[in-house]
């Protein structure tokens, strides 16, 4: 016997094709749109929204920022005060991952730029109620913020490790309240230096790779260039600290007067090194004895001509 | 009704080249197509409306506005590259989403609209699969829907079935007709595809040199003529004497015999003639214009 169809006694479902419909939401014009490539920006360079493999990198660039201060308040707590004068302090952060910074820089920043550019995504942008100086900027932020990030990180978990092992915490915090305003300032003035010289190597090639290697190299020949000039003009007592070379035990003057602290400005790499010790006050290499006004003008030098690049690079570029 | 866009005396050279000289024309609602062989003018034009160049001399206007002094106007305005323009790794859900927010949207309205799209140009089920994964046919789609994804009042688009296999190409003719005569979206198409036009668009502006040379609904460059097709098996040389002989100009072309400006007298002269002729005739009727004719006729040749 043939089964019963079954009977649908509930109340049952409609599809409608409402068709086209007409979008008369708000729009926020370029703000939004500076907005949405930050943020992508942002997402690109940690790797949000893709694959597992996106994320390895920076994720391992974050925990090696952080490696060392978590080494340092490990070795507080087992220690205690007596440590402090031996392990690097907020002054010294910066300068301890320097390297690893260029390196970030230098392989990650090229990600924000290039890919748009070889797929021609920027035809698509530049279309849009932005200008290219807005795509630009907007992107130098979202790399600048994960640079900041970085920066932070290893200085917030230094500087809480240095409260909490402290036998008198609040004392500490009265003693050294200064380092907080300073880490903030000395890491910005380093993030800003660390966005600006990768990202205007990356707007002139379409190539990750090559915007990689370039950076990688600049640095590696500034500091292998300098360094055997302050040599010589030194008599060989210069030395290299974390990949910088310091003046700590030179008597530069007394032999060739300013002229090894003035080659050493050319190791731009030292640049927001030495603008990390005129804000924690502590400028122990050869800008110590060059008037402040020079290093800070090396620095404005190696941070304001890479942004007037990528401004520049961007403004003449065409669809 | 204001026109879309407007171009009053628009010229560009670059150095000693004329891109475009004093063209002047104004886009309206509905579908144009701007038609033209390579170096015509057609990509400067769209590159003027869009902003990203200046005229050397002239103005071009959009929705009122002049594009190269804000860039406001954009927001309402979309483009379609003839060139390859997408990413490869990211989804096409998550890239049209990021665009209606470069356009403006927020990003609740932004993911409403991506869906929306979306399904209109037939993408809905591939939209969680990367772009670099779709055929160039689904990749042209997304070209399109990233054009049409904030809702723009015009959307200009460059060449879109450059590169497409027929079916393809029937397929994005269709979606830019239905865009443009259902959605409500306004169009202007540039081509070098006459067919490309005369499956979509209403009104053609054609450019030559950087000039226009003719402008018009579509339907009057497609409408019948006065000029006789008469086509015949045989005897054609027959039916040309017997014409002559009553003072009617036949030229053979094929099968075909074509007389210009065919009135009463002509058609009367033809009936006569292939009844004296005793040939087998095929098919006659007044010839139906294309847009071929607009450069066949064309002074300077295309």
Redesign the interface.
Known sequence: MASEPPVTTGPQGEVFDL?????D??????S??R???YW?GVKLILGI??GPKSKILPLLLFISAMLPAVVFVIILSFVGDAAEDFIPGPADYNGLISTLLIMFGAIMAPELFT??RK???L?????????STDYAMARVAAFMSIVLALVYSGQIVLQAGLILTASEPWGYIKDNWADIPRFLAAGFLVALFITAIPMAVATFTNRRAYASVFVIGLFTVALATVAPLVHETCTGQARTVSGQVTFEELHCESVVGDAAKYVNLLNFGGAPLFMNDLVFDVRGDSARELHDAIPISAYALYTAVPLALIWWQYRRI?? | MPPLLQAAGLTKHYGSTIALEDATFDVHEGVTGLLGPNGAGKSTAI?LF?G??RPTSGSAEVLGTKPYET?????R?G?M?E????????TAS?FLM??A??????PA?ART?TA?ILR?VGLDEERYRAIGEYSTGMRQRVKLA?ALV??PVLVLLDEPTAGLDPGGREEMLDLISRTGH???ISIMLSTHLMGDIERTADRVIVLEGGRVAQEGPVSDFTKDTTTLLVEVDDHHDEIITALSASGVTAIRRGQSLVIEDAGDAELDAVRDALASSGARLRRMAPHRGTLTDIFRDAPHGV
């Not at chain 1, 939401?25 to 370029?30: F, N």
């Not at chain 1, 035809?123 to 200008?131: A, E, Q």
């Not at chain 2, 860039?71 to 927001?75: D, L, Q, W, Y």
């Not at chain 2, 060139?83 to 990211?90: A, D, T």
């Open positions: 068709g086209y419909q007409r979008y939401g708000p729009r926020e014009g370029r939004r749109a907005k949405a490539i992508d929204g893709r890919p748009d797929d021609r995504v035809d698509l942008y530049l279309v849009r109620p932005i200008t065409r669809i | 590159k869009l990203l160049i860039v406001e106007g954009r927001a305005l483009y590259p060139h390859e323009c997408l990413p490869s790794s990211v998550e990021h665009m927010q470069v356009s403006g949207l927020p309205h609209r929306d209109h990233q904030h809702d259902s959605f409500g």
